[in-house]
């Protein structure tokens, strides 16, 4: 079955989505911020069919999050080490494990929890807003098209809906 691609769509979501393209994908990743890197570590640690790891390594190779480095070369072999583009895919993570902590915990409570090692507390992701540094959540945002945004589309009525284009008193304006 082809999978379909999200790549071309204009939303980051929908493109951030392609590129991780199954639930291993940011798995691995994690395993990355934790230290792993190499395959067998990565197959030790998750319990991935090496087939499956391999094409999730490649891929993230690919998208550029991930690079792979010689460390042996009688035989040749590789680590996957995070470049500045996976690393930043932290603030993901962060924040999927703030939903799923608050969520999916039960009463035990979060099963890991983050040290921020600058303060030395635990703590947890909260998106701000890079501006202002306030909280920002579902009621005090709205979106808008960006300057990334296909003008052909903004014609359509469905987009100009969701913006609110026609709407004078709408978000978007």
């Not at 071309?8 to 230290?35: H, I, K, N, Q």
């Not at 040290?115 to 945002?141: I, K, L, S, Y």
């Amino acid at each position: 079955m082809k999978r379909t691609s999200f790549a071309t769509w204009p939303c980051s979501v929908a493109r951030t989505m392609d590129m991780l393209g199954d639930a291993w994908t940011p798995l691995v990743l994690r395993e990355a911020f934790y230290g792993i890197r190499r395959f067998d570590e990565f197959q030790q640690e998750l319990g991935i069919a090496r087939n499956t790891l391999s094409e999730r390594l490649r891929r993230l190779v690919d998208a550029g999050l991930l690079e792979k480095q010689v460390y042996e070369t009688m035989p040749v072999r590789h680590e996957y080490v995070l470049t500045e583009s996976g690393r930043d895919f932290f603030h993901v993570i962060l924040a999927m494990t703030a939903w799923g902590d608050r969520w999916l915990s039960g009463e035990a409570g979060p099963p890991v929890t983050t040290r921020h090692t600058t303060c030395g507390h635990d703590a947890g992701a909260e998106v701000v807003c890079a501006q202002c540094g306030q909280p920002m959540d579902v009621q005090n945002v709205v979106a808008r098209p960006g300057p990334g945004y296909p003008q052909k589309l903004l014609s359509r009525p469905d987009i100009r809906r969701r913006f609110h284009l026609d709407d004078p008193d709408g978000p978007a304006s």
